[in-house]
T-cell receptor, first 113, second 108 residues
Framework: DGGITQSPKYLFRKEGQNVTLSCEQN?????MYWYRQDPGQGLRLIYY???????QKGDIAEGYSVSREKKESFPLTVTSAQKNPTAFYLC????????????FGPGTRLTVL | RKEVEQDPGPFNVPEGATVAFNCTYS??????FFWYRQDCRKEPKLLMS???SGNEDGRFTAQLNRASQYISLLIRDSKLSDSATYLC?????????FGSGTRLLVRP
C-alpha cells in the first residue's frame, strides 16, 4: 500500500529535551511538508522540501529543524528552543510543485510535560 | 487580512439538509484550490480539487469564483457521517496554504 507514515503516534517529552518525529512516504513524491496544528486552529507550515538535500523555512520554523537526505524521508526535530511545542504535527507530501494536492500522514501528537 | 479565511462555524444542520461553505482568499495568483475533510484528531483527507469549471462528486459540488476570490463547497442531502471540519487549501509561492476550517455538525 502506498502512503505516508508518521511515528510515533503519541509522544511525551520533558521540557528542555529535543525530540525527532519521523515521516516516511512511498508515493515517490518529490515534495514533503511539515505542519503544526493547535486545537481549533488551522495548519501552519513549519518546513518544506521540494527535492532531496534542499528545504525551506515555512511560517513558523523557529525552534524546529529538518533534514532531507532521502526522497522517502523528512524527519522533523523539535528542539528545546521551541517555546510551546505541544501540538499535533502533520507531515504531507505531493508531486513536486505547489499546484498539486498534498496527502497527509496520520500525525504525531506531541505533549510536553 | 489573512491569506485564506473561513467561517469557523459550527454549522448545525439536520440530516438531509443542503449546506454550503465559502472560503475567501487574497492571492489572486493562486491557481490550484482544494477542499479537505478533517475528522476529530485525525489528519486532513483530500475531498476534492476545485477546477475553474467547477467540480461535482456525488453529493458534493465545489465552485471557484475568481472575480470575487472565493471557493465554495456545497453538500446536498447531508448525512450524519458528513460531520467533520472542512478545510480549504490553495497554492501560494510553491506551497499550499490552508484555512482554519469550517466545522459541520449534522444532527438526526
Amino acid at each position: 500500500d502506498g502512503g505516508i507514515t508518521q511515528s510515533p503516534k503519541y509522544l511525551f517529552r520533558k521540557e528542555g529535551q529535543n525530540v525527532t518525529l519521523s515521516c516516511e512516504q512511498n508515493l515517490n513524491h518529490d515534495a514533503m511538508y511539515w505542519y503544526r496544528q493547535d486545537p481549533g486552529q488551522g495548519l501552519r507550515l513549519i518546513y518544506y522540501s521540494q527535492i532531496v538535500n534542499d528545504f525551506q523555512k515555512g511560517d513558523i520554523a523557529e525552534g524546529y529543524s529538518v533534514s532531507r537526505e532521502k526522497k522517502e524521508s523528512f524527519p522533523l526535530t523539535v528542539t528545546s528552543a521551541q517555546k510551546n511545542p505541544t501540538a499535533f504535527y502533520l507531515c504531507a507530501s505531493s508531486i513536486r510543485g505547489s499546484y498539486n494536492e498534498q496527502f497527509f500522514g496520520p500525525g504525531t501528537r506531541l505533549t510536553v510535560l | 487580512r489573512k491569506e485564506v479565511e473561513q467561517d469557523p462555524g459550527p454549522f448545525n444542520v439536520p440530516e438531509g439538509a443542503t449546506v454550503a461553505f465559502n472560503c475567501t482568499y487574497s492571492n489572486s495568483a493562486s491557481q490550484s484550490f482544494f477542499w479537505y475533510r478533517q475528522d476529530c484528531r485525525k489528519e486532513p483527507k483530500l475531498l476534492m480539487s476545485v477546477y475553474s469549471s467547477g467540480n461535482e462528486d456525488g453529493r458534493f459540488t465545489a465552485q471557484l469564483n475568481r472575480a470575487s476570490q472565493y471557493i465554495s463547497l456545497l453538500i446536498r442531502d447531508s448525512k450524519l457521517s458528513d460531520s467533520a471540519t472542512y478545510l480549504c487549501g490553495m497554492d501560494s509561492s510553491y506551497k499550499l496554504i490552508f484555512g482554519s476550517g469550517t466545522r459541520l455538525l449534522v444532527r438526526p
